[in-house]
């Protein structure tokens, strides 16, 4: 799978297209979203939904860290999507993974369904701290949300971008949005949706698309009067 080495707040940044974003100076993996246990949860509630999808996650990750060889995840928010995800085949699947990573540190930084789903098992040996977290030139959020003197690298939104025409051949995909002061990773869950946007001039958006991480043209900056 491919990815996008690009320069943010004076700092590299690999954009990669399993949904995630590699800081190479700090041997660290950004994740954002990561919805854990969101299928089981809407299975307890009665919603037919495709299993598997923690098990495709948890992959995911794995390959990443095989990839940057990255000695630390920071999960930008929401690793849990409710307490109905400590549900005991996913606790112990994420338990699994976990003992084949543990010289990993994993932190998180706690988003809004980390509220209502409590921190991560101890078992799983995750750092939980509310945000920012500090980070060379970055703050490390859950919210996009301007900090005075750092640039935010967060998550929440799920961006994506529209593509095509008509209704019926218009594609969403998946993006990395970059604005002035803050920048906002995709979903890493597989079972998340998204929310399109409409960047600003000026702004930089890189789409995931047939496994690759794609520019979008930038919009020019806009013209004073």
Known sequence: MGGVDVEVA??????????AAWLPDWHTLLVADAHVGKAVSFRRLGVPVPRG????????????LAITGARRIVFLGDLLHSARSH???TVAAVSAWREVHAGVELTLVR?????????????????????????????????PD????????????????VLGGRAH??????????????GVLPAFGPFTGTHPLRPAPGERVFV??????????????????
């Open 208 to 225: 995931i698309a047939d496994d690759e991480v794609r520019a979008l043209p930038t919009r020019g900056a806009a013209t004073p009067e």
């Open 169 to 182: 051949q218009r594609l969403r995909l998946p993006c990395f949005h970059f604005g002035a002061t803050v």
């Open 146 to 161: 301007p900090q005075p003197g750092a640039y935010v690298l967060a998550g929440h939104v799920h961006p994506c971008v």
């Open 10 to 19: 004076g700092a590299r940044l690999r954009l990669l297209s399993q949904r």
């Open 87 to 89: 549900a005991p085949d």
């Open 111 to 143: 988003g809004n369904h980390d509220g209502h789903a409590g921190d991560p098992p101890r078992a799983w040996g995750v750092q939980a701290l509310d945000g920012p977290l500090p980070l060379g030139p970055f703050a490390l959020a859950h919210h």
């Open 53 to 64: 999808t923690t098990s495709a996650a948890l992959q995911r990750l794995s390959e990443l």
